[in-house]
Nanobody
Framework: QIQLVESGGGLVQAGGSLRLSCVAS?????MGWFRQAPGKEREFVIA?????????RADSIVKGRFTISRDNAKNTMYLQMNNLEPDDTAIYYCAAHTKIYPISSWSVEGYWGQGTQVTVSS
């Protein structure tokens, strides 16, 4: 079992930055970020493997703006988001899973945090 707690969301102007954190308790897994915008389905954003040596991202979303990292000594994963756009407005969820692929398996087999709201104003 694993529990995930996100923090760091908030309101920011377009072009601004935010850093999200996710603290995990329990076993260590691959971790990732998903997001759900109002009226839309939850979508994959970016993930990182257990060791932190490899990252996987939705290029159409990330566009070189988001960076994922983890500090296993602190059981914490980070999402650095730069040059934010209004379309990035969503609830961002931290998730953990025993494997990266397929991404579709995270919804069924993964562990999830409660989410943190990110709002980007124009």
């Amino acid at each position: 079992q694993i529990q995930l707690v996100e923090s760091g969301g908030g309101l920011v102007q377009a072009g601004g930055s935010l850093r999200l954190s996710c603290v995990a308790s329990g076993r260590s897994y691959a971790m990732g970020w998903f997001r759900q915008a109002p009226g839309k389905e939850r979508e994959f954003v970016i993930a990182i493997n257990l060791s932190g040596s490899n990252t996987y991202r939705a290029d159409s979303i990330v566009k070189g703006r988001f960076t994922i990292s983890r500090d296993n000594a602190k059981n914490t994963m980070y999402l650095q988001m730069n040059n934010l756009e209004p379309d990035d407005t969503a609830i961002y969820y931290c998730a953990a899973h025993t494997k990266i692929y397929p991404i579709s398996s995270w919804s069924v087999e993964g562990y999830w945090g409660q989410g943190t709201q990110v709002t980007v104003s124009s």
